[in-house]
């Protein structure tokens, strides 16, 4: 085996990694030999200037040969960024995301972790990313991967339960998170043993009648009318009360206080390796979000997992706000349909009132059917993976079976999918955190 490797960084500036873009848009590519005790630069290699075909959402081949044929004689690549023609220098070169920064730092990185890119080297075709950056700081935490739908039925929970899997497979520690609470179903796919079950519920007024003066304060407050002031006597409608507490504090005599309404229930155990919560919403009952923040909260707590999926309920409304608000990356599944993409269009408002990043999978692809495409396109948004429209897929969804676990020949795309949700969402996670 060789003693040093030569590995090419993507730049712009010719200092630093290139970070807004793909390592195969940079400038150029600054060539570094890097052995166990040494590194030193060895030169610039320009990029070729190829047009791209930016139809072509896997990348266009065409650019990714051209950069290969730049780079011929190196072993590996980095960058900060890849796009989806990660796939075809993959079995040619190892391939390690990394953290922004300068060229010389990158070189010394990739020097402290030599015997992890050989034994990436020696893979060959079987080659994973290399993900060199750190993630260790205080306060990056778990990696929050959520998945939306402005609609249901469009495979939402397909997907979520997929990345689950994959990620566990991967050997990832994950949480799947269930926060669709009025009709979950992520357990149907990954069949959990549940080991905890616990109710939830809000904090709503009682009134101790004997007490009340009947001075009407309470009534006055509530945005909700939950609280009302009859004659002389105060009612209270528990259903209505979103527990802002408000009657509690202006009461002047102390007359009133808060019991337990339990929303539903939450419901903790294991899928194989994979962490499962759900939220289970009592029939008939609308105060889902306090459901949801229970589900989440309770993932807070679960150790030193490293990534959560959260299967978010469907609409634009709070209940999908409370279970995405502070997502790393929001995947939307849609399906090629005016229905799906009229509730694409909703979904895609949302996430950008929030600020959150988001990508779009399109689910029930059909190769003659581009009109999603064309969709996302035209709204500025990265489609990170097309699902076929496969009966098979149907079949198996309809035993409560997922792709992961009937389709094989699946397993290497949605494992891709994976990883550029995770690079991706990984990415913006460390910028934040810059
Ligand atoms: S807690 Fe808030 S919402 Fe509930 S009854 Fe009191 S004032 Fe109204
Ligand atoms: S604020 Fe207190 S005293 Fe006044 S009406 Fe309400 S419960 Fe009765």
């Known amino acids: 085996m060789k003693e040093s490797f030569l590995v090419a960084f993507g730049t712009d500036d010719g200092e630093t990694l290139r970070d807004k873009g793909h390592f195969g848009d ?44 730049v780079l011929k004689e190196v072993d590996a690549v980095a960058s900060v960024e ?42 060959g075709e079987q080659r994973k990313v290399l993900d060199l950056r750190d993630l260790s700081k205080e306060g990056s935490g778990p990696l929050r ?3 939306a739908s402005g609609k249901g039925g469009t495979g939402k929970t397909t997907v979520a339960t997929c990345l689950a899997q994959v990620a566990e497979g991967l050997g990832h520690s994950v949480t799947y998170l269930d926060c669709d609470v009025e009709e979950p179903n992520g357990h149907l796919f990954l069949k959990p043993e549940i080991t905890e079950r616990m109710p939830v519920g809000l904090p709503v007024p009682k009134v101790d009648q004997d007490t009340c003066i009947c001075c009407g304060e309470c009534a006055e407050i509530c945005q909700y009318s939950a609280i009302v002031c009859v004659k002389d ?7 209505l009360c979103h527990s802002c507490g408000g009657c509690v504090r202006v009461c ?13 229930t939450l419901e903790q155990g294991k899928a194989g390796g994979i962490d499962f919560i759900h939220g289970r919403l009592n029939i008939g009952e609308v105060m889902a979000p306090p459901l949801i923040k229970a589900v989440r909260e309770r993932a807070k707590n679960n150790g030193n997992v490293n990534m959560q999926i959260i299967d978010a309920p469907p609409g634009t409304s709070c209940p ?14 849609t399906e090629p349909t005016p229905f799906g993409l009229n509730d694409l269009d909703l979904a895609i408002d949302m996430v950008r009132e929030l ?14 059917n581009n009109s999603a495409r064309e969709f996302c396109n035209q709204k500025g948004v990265e489609i990170i993976a097309e699902i ?36 991706k969402a990984q990415r913006d996670k460390v910028k934040r955190q810059v």
């Not at 990348?59 to 950069?67: C, F, H, L, S, T």
């Not at 990660?86 to 190892?94: D, S, T």
């Not at 002047?252 to 539903?264: L, S």
Request: hydrophobic share 40%.
């Open 26 to 69: 940079s400038q150029k590519f600054g060539i570094y030999k890097i052995g166990k005790d040494s590194v030193s630069f060895v030169g610039w290699r320009e990029n070729a200037k190829v047009e791209e075909d930016e139809t072509q959402i896997h990348g266009d081949p065409r650019k990714a040969n051209a950069v290969k044929a």
């Open 82 to 123: 890849f796009g989806p023609n990660i796939k075809r220098l993959l079995p040619v070169k190892a391939c390690m995301i990394m953290d922004p920064g300068t060229l010389e730092h990158a070189a010394r990185v990739v020097q402290s972790n030599l015997d992890r890119l050989v034994l990436e080297i020696e893979k």
């Open 145 to 147: 991967i959520a998945i």
């Open 233 to 239: 006597k105060i009612l209270t409608f528990p259903d």
């Open 252 to 264: 002047p005599v102390d007359a009133i206080e808060e019991v337990p309404r339990t929303v539903g």
């Open 320 to 333: 999908v706000i409370t279970a995405i608000g502070d997502a790393d990356l929001v995947v939307l599944v």
């Open 355 to 368: 600020g959150l990043k988001h990508v779009v999978v399109v689910n029930r692809h059909e190769d003659d």
């Open 388 to 423: 076929p429209d496969d009966r098979r897929i149907a079949e198996a969804y309809s035993r409560g079976e997922t792709m992961v676990s009937s389709l094989e020949e699946y397993k290497g795309i949605l494992e891709d999918m994976y990883e550029m949700i995770r690079h």
